[in-house]
């Protein structure tokens, strides 16, 4: 099969430390072309990969016939437009967290990828973590029998990318679409997108004024399983941290590291499994593994890679969640 001819789009932070470097390691794609607005960073990126075709705007790249696909790493806000432009070109879509800022963006983008018959996928690189396959596979497994509470935290000092607080319309840059998608996503695809059934959240806006640095969010699925998160750049902590628990009828899970139990008969049995590698080994190592299973979605594989139609479920979420925030009460979904 031939290799998949991929435009990226976008050149700054998240492109030259994960995107461009590891789709050279990766079989199966190559870089074609770049598009940046900044010209001297398009052109020193394009040297340095060997990337031929260089543009300064999406809509020149995409009218590219030679392009099969694009990788969108340009600011959130800009994802919607490029992709669904990138759908109008023909081309299949992998899009950064957060795929859009909206609901209503994303159902847009499914909606034009099922009549243009593409593929829009977005990037959740926690999913392919080890430990989170690991995890993901002994529920599967039943291992922990049903499972009917999800109680997960993650606090980091500083957001993942750059927050412009100053402009006031700058509504959808806050912690929620950082870190809080990303645990509404794993805990959403570890139960097998459970239907959900309420959302209570609270935002603090005590670092960074203009966005919610703190977001904290309780979800009731219709089954009566409870998951509560919370997400964080605003906390008065030394140490970032890393938490997600899963409580089952039958066991436990808890990371990171990864660790299991079981129950049988009176006794917990530990099903931990051998971990070699450090948190900072897995999670860099997670952006090799979503790339390469992107690759593979492309060429017809059955892949954990989240869809446009998984992430506008993660994305209804978000949006009720920064409802309730604003309401100061619950929101029935
Ligand atoms: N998955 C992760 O762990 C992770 C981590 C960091 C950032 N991100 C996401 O990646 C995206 C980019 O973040 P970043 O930190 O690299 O931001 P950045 O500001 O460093 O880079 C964005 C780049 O896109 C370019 N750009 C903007 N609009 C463009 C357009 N219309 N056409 C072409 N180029 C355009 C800018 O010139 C800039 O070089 C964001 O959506 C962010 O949320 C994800």
Redesign the pocket.
């Known amino acids: 099969m031939e290799d998949i001819r991929l435009g990226v789009?976008?050149?700054?932070?998240?492109?030259q430390i994960?995107h461009l470097p590891l789709l050279k390691k990766i079989s199966g794609v190559k870089v074609v072309a770049l598009?940046?607005?900044?010209n001297q960073?398009l052109q020193i990126l394009g040297n340095q990969h060997g990337i031929q075709k260089l543009h300064s705007?999406?809509e020149e790249l995409l009218k590219d016939p030679d392009i099969d696909a694009v990788d969108i790493?340009?600011?959130?806000e800009?994802?919607f437009p490029?992709a669904l432009s990138a759908l109008n070109a023909g081309k299949d879509v992998f899009i950064?967290?957060?795929p859009t800022i909206s609901n209503g963006e994303c159902e847009a983008l499914a909606k034009a990828a099922a009549e243009k018959n593409k593929v829009v996928l977005a990037?959740m690189?926690n999913r392919f973590r080890a430990d989170f396959m690991m995890l993901k596979s002994y529920m599967i497994d039943k291992q922990l029998g049903d499972v009917f509470y999800i109680n997960a935290a993650w606090h980091k000092k500083e957001p993942?990318?750059?927050v412009r607080v100053s402009s006031k319309t700058d509504s959808r840059r806050g912690v929620m679409?950082?870190l809080g998608i990303v645990l509404i996503d794993l805990s959403l695809w570890l139960l097998d997108f459970p239907k959900i059934s309420g959302v209570n959240a609270a935002f603090f806006s005590r670092r960074f004024k203009k966005v919610e640095d703190t977001a904290l969010v309780t979800l009731r699925t219709s089954t009566g399983a409870m998951i509560r998160l919370d997400s964080s750049w605003g906390l008065q902590q030394p140490d970032e941290s890393f938490k997600f628990e899963v409580y089952g009828t039958n066991g436990t899970a808890t990371l990171s590291p990864l660790l299991l139990h079981h129950r049988v008969k009176d006794e917990l049995v530990s099903l931990t499994p051998v971990q070699n590698s450090k948190f900072e080994n897995v999670f860099k190592r997670s952006y090799e593994t979503e790339l390469t299973n992107f690759v593979r979605f492309l060429k017809g594989m059955k892949t954990d890679v989240p869809t446009i139609n998984q992430m506008c479920n993660v994305m209804k979420i978000v949006d009720a969640s920064y409802l309730s925030a604003k309401r100061e009460s619950a929101v029935k979904l």
């Open positions: 789009i976008g050149g700054g932070a998240i492109a994960i598009s940046e607005l900044d960073r705007t999406p790493c340009t600011s959130s800009s994802h490029i950064e967290k957060p990037a690189n993942s990318t750059k679409l950082d």
